[in-house]
């Protein structure tokens, strides 16, 4: 059964700072890994999808890394900025049409 | 463009009563799907469609049930409702099914007491 588990469950650092959350994921065999953010009360944004031919996708100030061997992806934010703040959620997508969902991180960037 | 659009936002339901969670998209997308979102937890599938009267089950089907009679509308059911069924429900549509993005809604908040 596929697990993906996301550590730290939360996180606050000064703004400015460079970041990595962090998603790793019981199973090699997805399709691709999607990155999200909510924010409080709201629904989801999706920010970077990886096809697992992939190693890493980039948009903006975010990079989004993949390896399928050890079960790993990040996301690095640089620049960190007070507006980044929200739950970052990592999901994989397997053989079938769902994506399983890891618990999130929460990050606050202080100013 | 809406894109995925949910109503309502919030809706306070007494145990035992019935009500019917909306969601339309207008993309074009032929894969649709209901989530629940617990406190402090990760999203779980309740229900997937991946055309026009085409549904199955996801994790978490027991108390739902959905229908898909347009390529637009995929309405969520509950029945009888328990306080267990007290969650944040998202809708989320895709293209394509096991390759693509999926666009999410705003959710609707439920609570049953």
């Known amino acids: 059964k596929q697990e993906v588990t996301q550590i730290p469950a939360a996180l606050s650092v000064p703004e400015g700072e460079n970041l990595v959350l962090n998603c790793s994921f019981t199973d090699s065999a997805i399709y691709n890994l999607q990155w999200f953010r909510q924010d409080p009360g709201k629904g989801l944004t999706s920010l970077l999808l990886i096809q697992s031919s992939q190693r890493e996708q980039t948009s903006g100030r975010l990079n989004a890394s993949l390896d399928k061997s050890s079960g790993r992806s990040t996301l690095y934010i640089a620049a960190s900025q007070p507006g980044d703040s929200a739950t970052y959620l990592c999901a994989v997508r397997r053989s079938s049409y769902k994506l399983i969902f890891g618990s999130g991180t929460r990050l606050l960037v202080r100013p | 463009n809406a894109g995925v659009t949910q109503t309502p936002k919030f809706r306070i339901l007494k145990i035992g009563q019935s009500m019917t969670l909306q969601c339309t998209q207008d993309?074009?997308?032929?894969?649709m799907y209901w989530y629940r979102q617990d406190p402090g937890m990760g999203l779980k599938l309740i229900y997937y469609s991946v055309g026009a009267g085409i549904t199955d089950k996801g994790e978490v089907p027991n108390g739902y049930n959905v229908s898909r009679s347009t390529t637009e509308d995929f309405p969520l059911r509950l029945e009888l409702a328990a306080p267990s069924q007290t969650s944040v429900y998202f809708c989320a549509s895709s293209y394509s099914g096991t390759g693509g993005e999926q666009y999410f809604g705003p959710g609707t908040r439920l609570t049953v007491t």
């Open positions: 993309m074009n997308h032929n894969y």
